[in-house]
């Protein structure tokens, strides 16, 4: 199954050597076994490529403390899968922390720690708009796009912040400390990231199958000009307001 995996992922346009941020649901590929899809993205990545996944915990009881060795990802199960699977690290970060292995691993992941809202300069979201990354949605259409908060951290727009919260985390050594971050707000919005389908031609944002599911590989460079310059346009291009 691995080796039709990566064929799939071929024809889609993932290369050795990228740097690659998936965001899935598992069940719409019709794969029976994760570490299939996992090693279907390693092959083709190669031993200098970097696979990346959200491991947002955002749902986490008690909201105020995150162990980043234990606290579970709330962002479905091939995530969590990574999560736990052995050699995988994540970057420390109370609600919005990922996940990688290959070839940059340290250097997507090792920063985020610094920042002080969920997807700043040094967030593995940004630095891979940064190194020219690519974005996989293995079957979860557009909407789930994480990438897209690091954009909007980029224009500030007025839905985008939520109140400070202070949490008490555990690091990767057990060091204990509490840190005070700048939330994600969006009080009143529904997010609509689909809405790069019309924005991106089909160089930048590619369409295929992989297992049984439709799947979309997206280039975060020109994700993140176009969108940047939409929401200078306007600002509320990516959110609906929610009914009352």
């Known amino acids: ?46 031993p200098q490529g970097t696979l990346m996944m959200p491991a947002l915990s955002y749902r986490q009881e008690p909201a105020e403390f995150h162990d980043n060795q234990l606290t579970p990802s709330c962002v479905g199960f091939l995530a969590e899968y990574f999560r736990t699977r052995p050699g995988t690290r994540r970057s420390l970060h109370p609600t919005h922390s990922v996940c990688a292995v290959g070839g940059d691993a340290v250097g997507m992941l090792d920063f985020h720690g610094s920042d002080t809202t969920p997807c700043g300069r040094n967030s593995p979201f940004n630095l891979l708009i940064e190194r020219k990354g690519k974005i996989l949605m293995l079957g979860c259409g557009l909407w789930p796009n994480t990438t897209m908060h690091a954009i909007e951290e980029r224009v500030e727009p007025p839905y985008l912040y939520g109140p400070e919260r202070e949490y008490t985390l555990t690091d990767e050594a057990g060091k204990v400390f509490r840190k005070t971050y700048v939330t994600h ?14 924005l991106l031609d089909e160089a930048h944002l590619r369409t295929g199958r992989v297992g049984n599911a439709l799947c979309h590989l997206i280039d975060a460079g020109p994700l993140c000009r176009c969108s940047v310059r939409k929401m200078h346009e306007d600002p509320f291009f990516f959110v609906d307001r929610e009914m009352v």
Do not use: C, I
């Open 1 to 46: 199954m691995s080796n039709l995996l990566t064929h799939q992922l071929k024809e889609l346009g993932l290369r050795k050597g990228d740097v690659v941020m998936v965001h899935a649901s598992f069940q719409s590929l019709g794969v029976s076994d994760p570490e299939d899809v996992v090693k279907g993205l390693l092959d083709v990545l190669g």
């Open 185 to 198: 707000g969006f009080a009143g919005f529904t997010q609509r990231y689909d809405r790069v389908e019309g």
